[in-house]
């Protein structure tokens, strides 16, 4: 059974980056028809899709947030990564990771969610 | 402000059947798939149609999709108490290069 754990600080001050760590067990990374992605979530909100990377580490990111956003996959530990610079209050959510189909553009597994906040 | 535009909420009858429409335009619905997600309170979104009224295993048949142009449909038939939820629709935008959702339907079932 495919299973996504997020792991990462909970807290993250203003101007700062955000860095979260999604660990894969029941499958590996490389997939020919898989990429692996992050959606967010902020409070009472809906969902946002941030990017996805390949298992090769070629990434792509929502245009809103391309400047800011890097994504890399560590193959050895079966985890991908999502970083996000300069952060502030409206990047407060519940950041998701995900398995991303590429043929049609769906999200079939997801980890639980972890909350991380934006506050000094 | 979503590019998929779904209603804010629905509400239907225990046993009744429901539909929540999703609107997108040329670039998005109207030549990529639509994918539909279930989030009950407090978890995580689960995948429940894809690539054309596709179900995931487990997902039961009250569950379906359609699509007509720009716009797609995700009926519930035989509503039950625990269908309780957020439903949302994404699809892939080829415009923008973007995974894109909509804003979200709560369904009360009354």
């Known amino acids: 059974q495919l299973q996504l754990q997020e792991s990462g600080p909970g807290l993250v001050k203003p101007s700062e980056t955000l860095s979260l760590t999604c660990t894969v067990s029941?499958?590996?990374?490389?997939?020919?028809?898989?990429?692996w992605g992050w959606i967010r979530q902020p409070p009472g909100k809906g969902l946002e899709w941030l990017g996805s990377v390949y298992h090769s580490g070629s990434p792509f990111h929502s245009p809103s947030l391309k400047s800011r956003v890097t994504m890399s996959v560590d193959m050895s530990k079966n985890q991908f990564s999502l970083r996000l610079r300069s952060v502030t209050a409206a990047d407060t959510a519940v950041y998701y990771c995900?398995?991303?189909?590429?043929?049609?553009?769906?999200?079939?597994?997801w980890g639980q969610g972890t909350l991380v906040t934006v506050s000094s | 402000q979503s590019v998929l535009t779904q209603p804010p909420s629905v509400s239907a009858a225990p046993g009744q059947k429901v539909t929540i429409s999703c609107s997108g335009s040329?670039?998005?619905?109207?030549?990529?798939?639509v994918s539909w997600y279930q989030q009950l309170p407090g978890t995580a979104p689960k995948l429940l149609i894809y690539d054309n009224n596709e179900r995931p295993s487990g997902i039961p048949d009250r569950f379906s999709d359609s699509k007509s142009g720009t716009s797609a449909t995700l009926d519930i038939t035989g509503l039950q108490t625990g269908d309780e939820a957020i439903y949302y629709c994404g699809t892939w935008d080829s415009s923008l290069s973007a995974v894109v959702f909509g804003g979200g339907t709560k369904l009360t079932v009354l």
């Open positions: 995900a398995r991303h189909h590429n043929s049609g553009s769906f999200f079939d597994y």
């Open positions: 029941g499958a590996s990374i490389p997939s020919r028809t898989h990429y």
């Open positions: 040329s670039s998005n619905i109207g030549i990529n798939y």
